[in-house]
């Protein structure tokens, strides 16, 4: 839809006269009500002028911001009448919102009013940000300064492509959320409602449903530890404040099948199957065309349905990551029963219910071959199924990328655009941007793509990469709103530090999107290459990651060019940060690979030097995570003490450090080591920086001894160094805010380590 913005006829928000009032009608709701208090929030943060909220019939003197719908707002029912206005299902369908200036009665008002509620809440946020330049971001807000806002004519109508747009899954609480209050909650489900996603993937609260449910079929079950209980409590709550800001809540995974010893000898007749998960003990699953897979799973939504009030919108993937035994035809037929079952289930408990369903165990092409996919598909009703392609803008280890289009458009089924960018701990500078708009563009420009309603935004970690999730929310909304990355770029520079410095961060991310972000690095040990073990093999795409430097220098020169104007942006803090350890990293992944080179060599000389070189890097970049609160183990572990969750420090912080480095057990230390990395401050202290240690005093051991480096000897070095971390190491004392200056801070980190661009 068009949109413009002319100077003649201006509407002043906040002129030398004060601010103009926000009028509601009588009949106001409460998203409504939100959405006034939050426009009036935000314009005196940037003004020091705070709109009063008033309701029709109040007086006010000149200008006004009316909020609402014509059902719920006196005056914009009289605009609509008089034709000065257009806002009907018809014009904005679904989600659909408008922002307009309008002059009536020798008043000039703006008018912010969407064909819903919510989406008037939309219109809200999409003013503030297109207007007024505040930049709502995963990790921090920028909000600009400005005595007075005065604008054009404004006329613009919008409305989603995509139908329904959810965010979040499970792992988010595995990697990233465990311990969150429900202030960080409510921080995170305001965040989608500033980037108008309208429906939230609830996570939380899986292991007090189960227990519930297994109540009720006489199954013993343990009971719900603290923390389970706890997150069951947030899961309620955030339920609510989801759907008080207008959003569906679909429910945690749901039950597909997994059996336990319990389960089993309540009801011994059932029909079982075992599935094994990497190299762990194989697991029983009930078959799904045993009529107790039914039973099971009917209980168990309206477990969900009753805990945490969901709206209709249930989770279930079939099996990921494993498979079901026998020939192909009888896993085909087991697949195709699963298909049938649970969309009977849901029928049961929701005749109008939907099946969100994870595409994730389509990924392995060994697991699920295409006539198994359509097996299952062919098995649900078209009216109930919403599938998530994650390999939308994902590409598999295999190699394998939008099987969307493997699939014939998954066969006619709804299915949904995803964004699967990162893994559990893969938060350094990553994504390739240039993709990202092609996959958004190709998906809206293919007629077979008309099914594709949906949109899922599934990290399994939050809130870093801010530049590539921001493209990919705005995508989310409308693929082909960004035309390119370049135009893209200057606006997200203006967006998250202001007019004055766009100019500069523009060249700086530019800098960005021509190395990190225009590279596919998602995969396997991809990333720094300290965060791994080890290894006296080098790998093709560390080497890639060296080519950097040069750039990602420029880049942090330029950052640090604008440090003062830039002082106090929490925004721009965290990215000097991030960049500069991005730099580092590449740095120390060169001497790195240069001091094994050297090894190999027989040169000590050339060893040492590269040797030294990388420590200090990694003593780097332990300072410069150091200053941001967010690159912290101990905030979690404190989050962890608190209510409701009230757990013994020392206890969680085993737990915690045994994710970050080995995710389960040390009876499968190898299985998933190191798959949730990523800088936080003591694990480069503690664990990173000590294995790149060992790993040079072990080298340095071979050269003066003349033995020839063992693999397996440097990777054995490395488990005790992984015992001490995970259980000795001490719980420091969380940072509350940012250390003062960071700029310069991260200047003499530079200079230490003799690095500084």
Known sequence: MEESSKMSNSFSLVDKNGAAPIILGKSRSQIEQHAAEELSRYIELITNAKPKIIRVGDEFESGAVIIGRPQTNEILAEFVEKGLIQISDDTLGLDGFVVKTVEDGGKRFLVLSGSADRSTLYAVYDFLERFCRVGFFWDHEYVPKSSELTFGEIDIAQKPYFEFRQNLQACVIGYSATYWSKEEWRREIDWMAKHKYNALHLCLGGRVARYETFKMLDIKDDEPSQVDKAHAEIAKHNSEYAKSLGMDVVTPQVFCGAAT???????PNAKYFDMQWFNYDPQPYIHPGDPLFKK??????????????TTGYYNIDPYAESEPPGEPEERAEIKASFGRAVSEAVKAVNPNGKWVMSGWGFVERDFWPIDHIKAMLDAIPDDILILNDFTSNYTTSAGLTRIYEETDYYFGKVWGWTIFHSFGGNTHLHGDVHSLLENAHRVAAEPKAKNCKAFYMTPEIVRHNSFYFDLANKLGWNPTSISDIQSYTADYAERRYGKASAGKMTECLTELVNTVYSWYDMNDFHGPIYQLSPTLVDRAW?????????????????ALSIAD??????????????I?????????????????????????????TAADKAVKGLNAIEEMVHLLPEYHISKEIEDSTKPPYSMDAKETAVSIRTRYTILIDFEHYDTLLDYARRDMYELVKFYYKPRVEWMISYLQSCLKTGKEPVEQELHDGCIPIAKSFIYDSPILEAPKSSAADVAAHVKKSLERAELMP
């Open 261 to 267: 010893p319990a389960m089993k000898e309540r009801y």
């Open 296 to 309: 099971v799973l009917i209980e168990w939504l309206k477990q969900y349905d009753n805990l945490y009030k």
């Open 542 to 558: 560390w080497e890639k990651r060296t080519e950097f430097v040069p750039s990602l220098g420029r880049a942090l020169k330029i």
């Open 565 to 578: 104007e830039q002082h106090g942006n929490k925004c721009y803090e965290r990215d000097l940060v991030d």
């Open 580 to 608: 500069a350890k991005e730099y580092v990293g590449c740095c120390v992944t060169k001497f790195i690979i240069e001091m094994k080179s050297a090894a190999i060599a027989k040169d000590e000389q050339k060893f040492q």
